[in-house]
Nanobody
Framework: QLQLVESGGGLVQPGGSLRLSCVIS????????IGWFRQAPGKERDGVSC????????NYADSVKGRFTISRDNSKNTVYLQMNSLKPEDTGVYYC???????????????????WGQGTQVTVSS
């Protein structure tokens, strides 16, 4: 069973930055693609970014392209989401999720993911 724990959320002013971390409790992250999703109050959970198990392929929602960067350190079983130029509409609970695949599939479709963390709150407000 895979367990994912997010951290790094908080309150930040518009234009600020945060780095989210997702630590995965697994001997090896090999063959697990990791995604970040967010859910704003009263809205559905949307895909933000994802990265394949090799780290060679990434994908971003249009709303965060050029501002967010996803990366992974398999030696630390950790995936990061660097968020810059934050906007109030980035506010929400951010979840990391995982699914096992040897293919270079970087999907933002939540139904594809089998394991989920509990989420970390990000609030962008002045």
């Amino acid at each position: 069973q895979l367990q994912l724990v997010e951290s790094g959320g908080g309150l930040v002013q518009p234009g600020g930055s945060l780095r989210l971390s997702c630590v995965i409790s697994k001997f090896t992250l090999e063959y697990y693609a990791i995604g970040w999703f967010r859910q704003a109050p009263g809205k559905e959970r949307d895909g933000v970014s994802c990265i394949t198990f090799t780290g060679g392929t990434t994908n971003y929602a249009d709303s965060v392209k050029g501002r967010f960067t996803i990366s992974r350190d398999n030696s630390k079983n950790t995936v990061y989401l660097q968020m810059n130029s934050l906007k109030p509409e980035d506010t929400g609970v951010y979840y990391c999720a995982a699914f096992r695949s040897r293919l270079e599939i970087a999907t933002l479709t939540s139904a594809r993911y089998d394991y989920w963390g509990q989420g970390t709150q990000v609030t962008v407000s002045s």
